[in-house]
């Protein structure tokens, strides 16, 4: 990890920050039509999976599917999606999208579809003090 690593300003004013994993900082994004969280490796100039070395590569693997697995038991979704894009944040990041079969853009990617319909400070407090307890039991073993 980078003593120097900085979100990228775009990922920053576009969700929360909700907790640290070993590697990656867990971000949720503010639109309330899914359950969107993204995992940003903390690496400073990093765009790209195969630029992280490759004990790094390995972690991220491993928290992107400890936090898929957990959002699919805590939503009970239809399909976990997972990518990272970076047409627009080149900053390396992967999105981890609960999707639903009723949700609203469905069977379409999320992005482009509808407007961002950000959380409440009720909703958003009230989806940390169901989620965080638990990633942090998780993580802690």
């Avoid at 929360?16 to 940003?40: H, Q, T």
């Avoid at 004990?55 to 992107?64: A, G, R, T, Y």
């Avoid at 949700?103 to 003090?129: M, N, R």
């Amino acid at each position: 990890m980078s003593d120097n690593f900085n979100l990228d300003p775009q990922l920053a004013n576009d969700s929360v920050e909700l907790m640290d994993f070993p590697l990656c900082k867990l971000l949720l994004a503010n639109d309330s039509n899914y359950p969107w969280f993204i995992l940003v490796p903390r690496v400073e100039g990093i765009t790209e999976i195969f630029q992280l070395e490759w004990e790094d590569q390995q972690q991220l693997l491993n928290e992107s599917s400890l936090l898929s697995e957990f959002l699919v038991q805590e939503f009970g979704g239809d399909k976990m999606n997972v990518a990272a894009l970076g047409n627009v944040v080149a900053q390396l990041h992967l999105h981890h999208v609960v999707r639903f079969k009723t949700d609203i853009s469905w069977p379409k990617p999320v992005w482009g579809q509808h407007a961002a319909a950000p959380y409440s400070s009720e909703e958003l407090e009230a989806l940390k003090a169901n989620l965080l307890p638990k990633l942090a039991s998780i993580l802690l073993g």
